[in-house]
């Protein structure tokens, strides 16, 4: 475990960025870390662990090359598909990294917050995500999203119900809905679109994550595993990022 002061340390921007074009929101699939285990003959929970690690590095860094916001995919709907005491191993982990973290995260100034159905998950986890979003709530740093229990369609569709209810109270006219009233229903309501999606491990799917957000990100995928992602990693993504042109449609 990285201690206070060493996760305090502050870390420059590396020379070869342009510090005038680091994105304000990058978005993270966090994948790989069953992969990284077995190459090393050691048991998938372990690789989670590890991961852990390469997440806390990786927020540290943004927050100090003054990135906005990051946003990372934790653990999809899908995910609960996995073997019960993976599912149970993770489920344990978040909340002990929580535990342990929030000090730090709160010196650090970033504000928590955690996106997807969180009415699954066990109660303890539950009650420690609400104390850190709700004591983290007027820190004025970098805003950290961890999708937990997120779907992209789920999202959508969760929308889709709001506004709905909204209508039928009478309080939305249908034909008022725009993307400006869909976007603020989302989890991200509060978030300008990411500019910059980083996926390890190699797969080139979005895996159901952030799909409205996602419309004009830039895709860096690299074959890097989750555990072994780092300063270097991230500068490599930041670099490929500032190469491309933008053109939203234009031309
Ligand atoms: C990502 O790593 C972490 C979660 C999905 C929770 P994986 O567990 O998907 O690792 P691989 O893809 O099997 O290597
Ligand atoms: C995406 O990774 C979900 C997270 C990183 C939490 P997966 O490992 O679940 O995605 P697939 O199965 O490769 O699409
Ligand atoms: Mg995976």
Same mark, same amino acid.
Request: glycine content about 6%.
């Given at each position: 475990m990285i201690s206070?002061?060493?996760?305090r340390?502050?870390?420059p921007?590396p020379k070869?960025l342009?510090?005038?074009?680091?994105?304000?929101?990058?978005?993270?699939?966090?994948?790989?870390?069953?992969?990284?285990?077995k190459?090393?003959?050691l048991?998938?929970t372990?690789g989670?662990?590890a991961?852990?690690e390469s997440l806390?590095?990786?927020l540290h860094?943004?927050?100090?090359w003054?990135?906005?916001?990051?946003?990372? *995919?934790?653990?999809?709907?899908?995910?609960?598909?996995?073997p019960?005491?993976?599912v149970n191993f993770?489920?344990?982990?978040?909340?002990s990294?929580?535990?342990?973290?929030?000090?730090?995260?709160?010196?650090?100034e970033?504000?928590?917050n955690?996106l997807?159905d969180?009415?699954?998950?066990?109660t303890a986890?539950?009650?420690?995500i609400?104390?850190?979003?709700?004591?983290?709530?007027s820190?004025?740093g970098?805003?950290?999203n961890v999708?937990?229990?997120y779907g992209?369609r789920?999202?959508?569709?969760?929308?889709? !119900?709001?506004l709905?209810?909204?209508s039928?109270?009478?309080?939305?006219d249908?034909?008022?809905?725009?993307?400006?009233v869909?976007?603020?229903?989302?989890?991200?309501?509060?978030e300008v679109?990411?500019?910059?999606?980083?996926r390890?491990s190699?797969e080139k799917r979005?895996?159901n994550f952030l799909?409205?957000?996602l419309a004009?990100?830039e895709?860096h995928v690299?074959?890097?595993?989750w555990?072994?992602f780092?300063?270097?990693a991230l500068t490599?993504?930041?670099?490929? *990022? !500032?190469?491309r042109?933008?053109?939203?449609?234009g031309v």
């Amino acid at each position: 475990m990285i201690s206070t002061d060493k996760a305090r340390e502050f870390c420059p921007i590396p020379k070869e960025l342009d510090h005038k074009r680091m994105p304000d929101h990058i978005a993270v699939i966090m994948d790989g870390n069953g992969r990284w285990a077995k190459a090393k003959g050691l048991p998938r929970t372990i690789g989670h662990t590890a991961g852990v690690e390469s997440l806390k590095t990786t927020l540290h860094l943004c927050s100090n090359w003054g990135i906005g916001a990051l946003t990372v *995919y934790a653990f999809s709907t899908e995910n609960w598909s996995r073997p019960c005491e993976e599912v149970n191993f993770l489920m344990t982990l978040f909340e002990s990294v929580l535990q342990r973290e929030l000090t730090n995260l709160k010196l650090e100034e970033v504000k928590i917050n955690f996106l997807g159905d969180l009415d699954p998950l066990p109660t303890a986890l539950k009650e420690l995500i609400i104390e850190s979003i709700e004591s983290t709530a007027s820190n004025k740093g970098i805003h950290f999203n961890v999708c937990t229990n997120y779907g992209g369609r789920r999202e959508l569709v969760r929308v889709a !119900q709001k506004l709905a209810e909204r209508s039928v109270r009478g309080e939305l006219d249908p034909l008022l809905i725009d993307e400006n009233v869909f976007a603020s229903e989302l989890f991200t309501a509060s978030e300008v679109d990411p500019d910059l999606l980083i996926r390890t491990s190699g797969e080139k799917r979005i895996s159901n994550f952030l799909l409205w957000q996602l419309a004009y990100a830039e895709i860096h995928v690299t074959d890097v595993l989750w555990p072994d992602f780092d300063a270097v990693a991230l500068t490599q993504a930041l670099l490929d *990022y !500032q190469s491309r042109r933008r053109r939203f449609g234009g031309v």
